[in-house]
Every structure is written in structure tokens, then in C-alpha cells.
């Protein structure tokens, strides 16, 4: 009887969870040459949703600012002071490991000073997860009717993402937001080691509970990335910066090297 590996499993759960909607985008995900940017798609406004890449190693860690757009401007500045760290001090990137950030997730609202997409469909709600509904809560804990999208990775800018996800396969994913002042993440194995080396480094606590409970939010974010990302293996957190518009670049650079370092162990 053949072996099924983890991650063929992982795969074909997933799947039931909506990523099979991927294939209708129709776009193979681009790669960046190190230090360059790659176009893995375009936004509603015509704009290109741009990655790119730091290091060659087989540890891979992805970095994103920028999800809820203009609101949030300042994750999309620490996003770029990270990029010019990286580039201004390869070093700091050990040598099995890549990097890959895309600062600017949601490029239309942050040129809008908004935080949906052109739709109006929230970036962080239209992921396939088990809970995804079209109608959702927003950020201010206001339900909201079709928040969530017509179906889980109905909006090209999700869809190329998780197409880009899906092919890269991040050992750990980081999601800036603002402003909160805490970080979700997960709880076991490498990805909550690595939540845990974060949250030492730079100081943001790390609530255990989700959806209610310990979790410090008043509403369900119903179809969010972090909990795609985390239900199909990859491991991810999100960060809740504590300011609306400093970029805490020093505390989240001590985050982000805690989180290199452990990656270059293997």
C-alpha cells in the first residue's frame, strides 16, 4: 500500500475547502529573481499585485502588509523598511533561507484610502475556510451583507494570492494589520514556536484563544487568510500593529530576525 505524505493529505483536504475555485483564475504564479518583484496578478483597479524575493534557501517565509489597504497604510510602510533592511543587509537572511513580502496586498485600497477591494468585499473575509460566509462582520464588529464575497476566492486579488500560496508552500506567513497591539498565531509545532520567538522578540502578546473566548476581538472574522493559511498546514500569524500609523519597524524587525534565526536551524 503507497505511502500518502502530510502534505498530499493537507492538499486534498483543502481542496474541500474551496481551493479548487483557484483554478479559475487561470494565471501561474510569476517568481521573483532575489531582490526583484514578480507580478502574480492584477487588481480590479488594474493594478499589479507584486511579490518579492530575498535569499534562495528551501525555508521559506512570506511577508504581507497592506491586506485592509489605506486604514492601515503603515503595514504597507513596514513591509518596504523590511525590503530595504533585507536589501541593505543580506546577511541577516541565512543562507537556506528565502524571503518573500508583498507590501502592498490590497494596492487599489491602499490608493483609495479604503479597506475593501473595488467590490466591496473585505480581503480579509473572501478566503475558503471552513466558516466563510458571504455576509460577515467588518473590522468595527458591523455585520455587513456580502462582506465575505460571492464565494470563498471570488476576488482576483485573493485568488492569485492563494494561487501563489498554494505553489510556494511558506513554512510561515506573516500578516501586518493595525491597530491592535497583539498578534494571533498558531499553537503547536514549528509555526508555534515561531509565534512564540515573535511575540518574545517584539513584545506583542499572543492571545491563546480564537473567535470568542481569549481571543480579543468582539466579533468573528468569518473566511480570514490566517485561518485558510493555518487550516490547510502552512504555517501563520497575524500582527496587530499598536499604532494606526508608526510602522513599529524596530520591534517587528527584532520579531522578524527571531523568526529567521529559528528558520536557519531547519
Known amino acids: 500500500m503507497p505511502v500518502v505524505s502530510r502534505r498530499h493529505l493537507l492538499r486534498s483536504a483543502a481542496a474541500a475547502l474551496g481551493v479548487g475555485a483557484l483554478a479559475r483564475l487561470g494565471v501561474r504564479p510569476a517568481f521573483a529573481a532575489d531582490g526583484d518583484g514578480a507580478v502574480i496578478g492584477t487588481s480590479q483597479g488594474g493594478q499589479p499585485l507584486t511579490i518579492y524575493r530575498y535569499g534562495n534557501g528551501p525555508m521559506k517565509l512570506f511577508i504581507m502588509g497592506a491586506q485592509h489597504g489605506g486604514p492601515e497604510a503603515n503595514t504597507n510602510e513596514l513591509a518596504r523598511m523590511l525590503m530595504a533592511s533585507f536589501t541593505e543587509t543580506p546577511g541577516q537572511i541565512p543562507s537556506n533561507v528565502s524571503v518573500w513580502v508583498m507590501p502592498e496586498a490590497n494596492p487599489d485600497g491602499l490608493a483609495n484610502g479604503v479597506r475593501q477591494y473595488n467590490s466591496g468585499v473585505d480581503p480579509n473575509r473572501n478566503w475558503g475556510t471552513g466558516d466563510w460566509q458571504a455576509d460577515a462582520f467588518d473590522s468595527n464588529g458591523k455585520f455587513t451583507p456580502g462582506l465575505g464575497g460571492a ?116
Not at 491597530?179 to 494571533?184: I, Y
Not at 468582539?218 to 490547510?232: I, L
Open 151 to 266: 464565494a470563498p476566492f471570488s476576488e482576483p486579488e485573493t485568488s492569485a494570492l492563494a494561487n501563489w500560496l498554494w505553489t510556494v508552500w511558506p513554512h510561515y506567513t506573516i500578516n501586518y494589520h493595525s491597530v491592535g497591539g497583539f498578534m494571533f498565531g498558531g499553537g503547536s509545532g514549528l509555526e508555534g514556536e515561531l509565534s512564540d520567538l515573535y511575540s518574545q522578540a517584539s513584545g506583542y502578546p499572543r492571545p491563546t484563544g480564537g473567535g470568542g473566548g481569549g481571543s480579543p476581538l468582539s466579533y468573528r472574522a468569518t473566511g480570514n487568510m490566517n485561518g485558510w493559511v493555518r487550516g490547510v498546514g502552512m504555517g501563520g500569524c497575524l500582527i496587530e500593529l499598536a499604532s494606526v500609523r508608526d510602522p513599529e519597524f524596530k520591534r517587528n524587525l527584532a520579531g522578524v530576525h527571531a523568526v529567521l534565526n529559528r528558520l536557519g536551524q531547519g
